[in-house]
């Protein structure tokens, strides 16, 4: 069955960065558009980045472009989510899902992964 994997979070001072990692098994990875989302303590998960199978085109939240870049290695079934000039605000589980088309990653995602903790201290 599909697996997704988080890992990379953790405990970090404001302004630091951080790379999240997806590790993707059970699929034919470059099929699948990929997408990372986030949910806060008492807050509905919120999308915020999606990127196409062969890694052409990506697709952001309006809320999340200039700070977040999502990218892709066919190679190591991994999407990778690089969180930049983090603020306590960023505080959440980070989540990693897959679907067939960038359409769907917002819509109904085929799968999620168990997530990963970010913590933003000020």
């Known amino acids: 069955q599909v697996q997704l994997v988080e890992s990379g979070g953790g405990l970090v001072q404001a302004g630091e960065s951080l790379r999240l990692s997806c590790a993707a098994s059970?699929?034919?990875?470059?099929?699948?558009?990929m997408g990372w989302f986030r949910q806060a303590p008492g807050k509905e998960r919120e999308y915020i980045a999606g990127?196409?199978?062969?890694?052409?085109?990506?697709y952001y939240a309006d809320s999340m472009k200039g700070r977040f870049t999502i990218s892709r290695d066919n190679a190591k079934s991994t999407v990778y989510l690089q969180l930049n000039s983090l603020k306590p605000e960023d505080t959440a589980v980070y989540y990693c899902?897959?679907?067939?088309?960038?359409?769907?990653?917002?819509?109904?995602?085929?799968?999620w992964g168990q997530g990963t903790q970010v913590t933003v201290s000020s």
């Open positions: 990127i196409t199978g062969n890694g052409d085109t990506t």
């Open positions: 059970g699929l034919t990875f470059s099929s699948y558009a």
């Open positions: 899902a897959a679907a067939r088309a960038l359409y769907y990653i917002t819509r109904n995602p085929d799968s």
